[in-house]
C-alpha cells in the first residue's frame, strides 16, 4: 500500500542527520502542517492523506535525531519527560 512506501527522505543534498539537520525537519514539518490545512480546505482528501503520511515520517526522523543526540550527549530523557517507547524500525531505517 502507499502507506508502506512512504519513507524519510531528506529535505537536501547536505543532509548529514545532525541536531540542526533534524531542526530543520521539525520546522519544515510544522510548514507541510499549514499547507495540509489549505489541501483539506480544497476538499482533496487523498492528497491530504498521504501529506500527512510524509509529515508522520519526517516528524518520527526528525525525533529521532534529537531523541539520539540527547542520549548520546548523556542527557537523561526521563528528566525532560519524553516518551523514549519508539521503534527505530518505524522510519525504514
Known sequence: TSANA???VPASPYFTGTYGDAIDILHAQRIAC?????VITRGDLNEAGFKLMQVSSQ???G???ILDEWQMQGIPLQTMNVNTNRNDN???T
Request: cysteine-free; glycine content about 12%.
Open 63 to 65: 525525533g529521532k535525531i
Open 34 to 38: 499549514d499547507n495540509i490545512e489549505d
Open 59 to 61: 516528524t518520527r526522523m
Open 6 to 8: 512512504i519513507e524519510f
Open 90 to 92: 518505524a522510519v525504514g
